[in-house]
């Protein structure tokens, strides 16, 4: 059985809060299109319901566990554990193609907002990129520098 180490907690709460929102949801970008194709009513539905249903569940589950084994790895530890190496794995693999994807989403989510107000954006092609890469090195720097700086 491998050892267990306690993990020393450097976010305040409202970090911890507001890491976990952007995570999750990454804002409310992308809910534009909800309200005009399906009607105001069923948009609101939608965004009341699918908390209750997908993400309290998954909150309470990780609160769960995260008591019973407050150890740094989340679920990967926590399904290593349970179902062995193997599945352990299997996990972190998805978890993290599954993070590749949904970070993909949010630097193009940015430029095209940015061509929004911005004319240069709508037509150049060069200058969208170079803002699409400076967005992704700005938030990498800001990773590697660590979780107490995002909280921040």
């Given amino acids: 059985m491998p050892d267990i180490r306690v993990v020393k907690r450097?976010?305040?709460l409202g970090a911890l809060?507001?890491?976990m929102f952007f995570t999750v949801s990454g804002g409310a970008y992308?809910?534009?299109?909800?309200?005009?194709?399906?009607g105001a009513g069923m948009a609101i539905l939608l965004i009341v319901?699918?908390?209750?249903?997908?993400?309290?569940?998954?909150?309470?589950?990780v609160a769960?566990?995260?008591t019973a084994m407050p150890v740094?790895?989340?679920?990967?530890?926590?399904?290593?554990?349970?179902?062995?190496?193997?599945?352990?794995f299997q996990?972190?693999?998805?978890?993290?193609?599954?993070?590749?994807?949904?970070?993909?989403?949010?630097p193009v989510l940015f430029v095209d907002y940015s061509a929004t107000y911005f004319k240069v954006f709508q037509t150049n092609g060069l200058a969208r990129w170079l803002l699409g890469m400076t967005v992704i090195?700005?938030?990498t720097y800001l990773n590697i520098r660590g979780a107490k700086v995002i909280g921040d």
Wanted: aromatic content about 26%; cysteine-free.
């Fill in 137 to 139: 090195w700005f938030f």
């Fill in 17 to 19: 809060v507001f890491i």
């Fill in 64 to 66: 769960e566990l995260a």
């Fill in 10 to 12: 450097t976010l305040t």
């Fill in 91 to 106: 996990e972190g693999w998805w978890s993290w193609l599954t993070t590749w994807v949904d970070m993909a989403i949010y």
């Fill in 30 to 38: 992308g809910l534009e299109d909800v309200v005009g194709s399906s």
């Fill in 72 to 88: 740094e790895g989340g679920f990967y530890f926590w399904v290593k554990r349970a179902l062995g190496p193997f599945w352990g």
């Fill in 49 to 61: 319901l699918t908390p209750i249903f997908w993400s309290l569940p998954t909150a309470l589950m």
